[in-house]
């Protein structure tokens, strides 16, 4: 009752306060942020309501005609105006200044004249504290002698039950040194049912009434206003017809018709894309699709009253474990809305039926297609044989046995450690993914999950569809039908536009910057996206704890380590974000991996979230050093030396090490060792008997580390964006900041897929189990002029 009061004398004031008398009339100054926001008010063009095309037709009682186009953009616009065979030009432009307040500016020139003297410029602000009050000004400088100012405001009583707006505009002109109000127009906007809106003013000045009436038709809105004076005698009138790259409040049966989304999910799933320059050349792999993408769409989609469900065609995604799980929990959000999702494979592959199981309500195979499920597997080559034969000697320097980084150059087949580490950490990666593809299609399964799993692959679709893995055996031209029949729907591949914002306020958010750590880690620059700088990195989480409106920091993790050197800095970095003038709070967000240099890095954040199949841990050290001795030999290359210093040659490639170099490499380790378990027991405020426990090298999945707590919660990245609301104590909505930003505007963009990919990297041609190995080995020899090394290379293979 007290807002209602507040409002009603509010609007009384402003009556005599506020009001515009221009002659036209398009909208209340307050109010009109549409496609006519530029002749109304240019600031209002930050709203970003107001892009795409407008025509409007005017005619009067004399029979003067005129017409406007409009060419608008995000917030900037061209008009041209024919007004009595006289051409009008006017360039706007606009921009937030801050939260809900708003500027713009306005050029304006007659025929082709842009001299100073033909030059009128007009600007204007809005402000919209509230979605009850919206507060504007306008200034027309039509010459040098006449000013325009005009003021005006718009009320909204009831913003979230009623869509009606109450508005008065009001002018002063001053003419030389004198100023002149004019009387207000005052008048309403309403919605009276939806995609309908009708709307009137009264001119005070001219004592003429105005009525308008628009209806809405998704990006098309058709609209007139007709003004009569006091004897009801007609004036004028303007029609209009918008097209908007925006969808309005559309007439109900618009929308009708039930629709599935052709969803093209397809290539790599990826936290972020890496963008790499090079020369007057930038690289994009065109073949990676960003997670953060993939959810602000199924956001949209969920939100769509017209889509009903999402149907996905033989799309070849493929990614990590943990980030199947991810979007598991976005596509479980987008189907408590009560949507569908469909899956049609001519074949399926394991990776993408984990996924298809647990989110699918119906999966239709091809009926020559297959189910390729067999479960989970980790095989490594071992080149230690090889490199004999080569007579290459490798000296791999361990903190301890399950420390297994680098024992595919130093041994000829897995070793008791290594295949107790990785035996532990595959039974519960395998858990998840029984309960994953339970959690979709246990009640449609014929025999228990894991007896599917060992009588797979399923190369005949009929045995497919017997024990319940897809629900029908169809051709892709049969699924309109299909759908049609079972769901009442049609397939559409328009993906639905931004609606238009309605509500006044932008609410408070709480700034967040979001920071990628991806890739190996190396001294130096790194490549977002695709490797680890510790100069680069440390510079991104620098500029995120000196800028004061940053209130936290979420540290995205997504890396097996690195050099151990560059570890540290980082975490260093990390640390110092929590002290000082301005201490903020920083989340960690495993990915797929976040173990060995990738868990330090971690250890010193306020919360650390994993995924229950993000690998991590591998606490522990080590060092590789080649031995090219006897391959010199062989090949007549001979060396000589010339050193001050008694180890001026240590870990030099061309002899044999002696057992003094090895003991002191040896000491290296272990102290290097201590100082990680010393650092992870600081960081997680825990003791350094406890910490050892855990570490000695062992791998954990993000379940198995938490009960030895070494993270502190599952889930996805959401799941630490809501933790850092609870450690911010704050109501409001996050707003997430990416610092990375990589500008490419200049530069040549080369798409990184098809055969340009193949010529710039040849290994990708390989098996999956190849490039890896290549991967692997490309890292150390990056590494190799660092004698100790927090990395681990571990992959769970799901293809």
Avoid at 240 to 268: M, W
Avoid at 500 to 505: A, Q, V
Avoid at 753 to 766: E, H, V
Wanted: charged share 25%; proline share 2%.
């Amino acid at each position: 009752m007290k807002k209602f009061i507040i409002i009603i004398f509010t609007l009384t004031l402003s009556l005599t306060l506020a009001a515009n008398e221009n002659g036209r009339f398009f909208g209340f100054l307050a109010d009109e942020d549409g496609l006519q926001s530029p002749l109304v008010n240019p600031a209002a063009m930050a709203i970003e309501n107001s892009s795409g095309f407008s025509f409007i037709y005017q005619s009067d009682k004399d029979n003067i005609k005129n017409h406007i186009l409009l060419f608008n953009l995000k917030k900037l616009s061209y008009s041209y105006e024919n007004y009595k065979d006289v051409s009008i030009h006017n360039i706007s432009g606009s921009e937030k200044i801050l939260r809900n307040f708003y500027f713009g500016i306005g050029t304006k020139w007659i025929n082709a004249k842009t001299d100073l003297e033909n030059l009128r410029f007009n600007y204007g602000f809005l402000y919209r504290p509230t979605n009850y009050t919206s507060f504007a000004y306008t200034s027309d400088n039509f010459n040098k002698k006449l000013i325009n100012h005009n003021f005006g405001i718009s009320l909204r009583p009831f913003p979230n039950t009623l869509k009606l707006t109450l508005s008065a505009d009001m002018s002063f002109i001053k003419e030389n040194k004198d100023f002149k109000s004019q009387k207000p127009i005052v008048g309403f906007d309403s919605e009276i049912f939806q995609g309908v809106k009708i709307g009137g003013n009264y001119k005070m000045e001219s004592k003429t009434i105005g009525i308008n009436f628009a209806l809405n038709f998704n990006n098309l809105s058709i609209g007139s206003i007709s003004n009569l004076d006091k004897d009801n005698e007609y004036v004028s009138s303007y029609s209009y017809v918008n097209i908007s790259d925006k969808t309005y409040s559309s007439l109900p049966f618009i929308n009708k018709t039930r629709k599935f989304y052709d969803y093209k999910l397809a290539g790599n799933i990826v936290d972020i894309n890496p963008i790499q320059k090079i020369g007057p050349f930038v690289l994009i792999n065109n073949s990676n699709t960003e997670m953060d993408n993939i959810k602000k769409k199924l956001k949209k989609l969920k939100d769509d009253k017209s889509i009903k469900g999402i149907i996905f065609q033989s799309g070849g995604f493929t990614s990590n474990f943990a980030n199947m799980q991810e979007l598991q929990e976005s596509f479980a959000d987008f189907k408590s809305s009560g949507k569908k999702i469909i899956f049609y494979f001519e074949s399926i592959s394991n990776a993408q039926y984990i996924l298809a199981s647990a989110i699918a309500d119906k999966i239709y195979l091809n009926p020559a297609g297959s189910v390729d499920l067999h479960g989970i597997g980790v095989k490594s080559p071992y080149f230690k044989e090889l490199l004999t034969k080569l007579d290459i000697d490798v000296y791999n320097f361990r903190s301890h046995p399950f420390k297994t980084a680098g024992n595919m150059f130093s041994e000829n087949h897995m070793t008791k450690a290594e295949r107790q580490s990785l035996d532990y950490i595959l039974s519960g990666i395998y858990e998840d993914m029984v309960n994953m593809i339970k959690s979709g299609r246990g009640n449609k399964l014929q025999k228990d999950v894991k007896t599917i799993i060992d009588e797979g692959p399923y190369f005949e679709s009929n045995d497919a569809l017997k024990v319940g893995l897809v629900d029908g055996l169809i051709y892709q031209d049969q699924l309109k039908s299909i759908l049609k029949k079972d769901f009442q729907v049609k397939i559409t591949k328009f993906f639905p536009k931004d609606k238009m914002k309605y509500n006044w306020k932008n609410e408070k958010k709480d700034k967040v910057a979001i920071i990628y750590a991806k890739g190996n880690i190396t001294s130096g620059k790194g490549v977002v996206g695709k490797s680890i700088g510790s100069k680069s990195l440390v510079k991104d989480i620098r500029k995120a704890r000196k800028d004061k409106s940053i209130k936290g920091i979420i540290l995205r993790v997504n890396s097996g380590g690195g050099s151990a050197l560059a570890s540290d800095i980082i975490a260093r970095e990390v640390n110092l974000c929590k002290q000082g003038k301005n201490a903020k709070p920083v989340v960690v967000s495993m990915g797929g991996v976040a173990a060995s240099g990738g868990y330090f890095i971690s250890c010193f954040a306020d919360k650390i979230v994993a995924e229950p199949s993000t690998i991590t841990g591998s606490i522990g050290v080590i060092g590789i050093i080649p031995n090219f001795s006897r391959l010199y030999q062989k090949i007549g290359v001979n060396w000589d030396f010339i050193q001050k210093g008694k180890h001026a040659n240590l870990g030099t490639t061309t002899r044999q090490m002696t057992d003094e170099e090895k003991e002191i490499i040896r000491k290296s380790i272990e102290y290097t060792y201590h100082s990680f378990v010393s650092t992870v027991a600081k960081g997680r405020k825990m003791n350094y008997k406890d910490v050892n426990k855990y570490a000695q090298g062992r791998v954990w999945t993000g379940r198995q580390a938490l009960e030895r707590g070494l993270v502190d919660e599952l889930g996805s990245l959401e799941k630490a964006k809501s933790e850092m609301k609870k450690i911010l104590n704050t109501g409001n909505d996050l707003q997430i900041i990416k610092l990375q930003k990589i500008d490419t505007d200049g530069f040549i963009k080369l798409s990184l897929s098809g055969k340009l990919a193949y010529f710039i990297d040849p290994s990708l041609a390989l098996p999956s189990y190849l490039r890896e190995s290549i991967t692997n080995y490309r890292t150390i020899n990056k590494l190799s002029k660092e004698k100790i090394l927090m990395i681990n290379n571990l992959n769970i293979n799901l293809d």
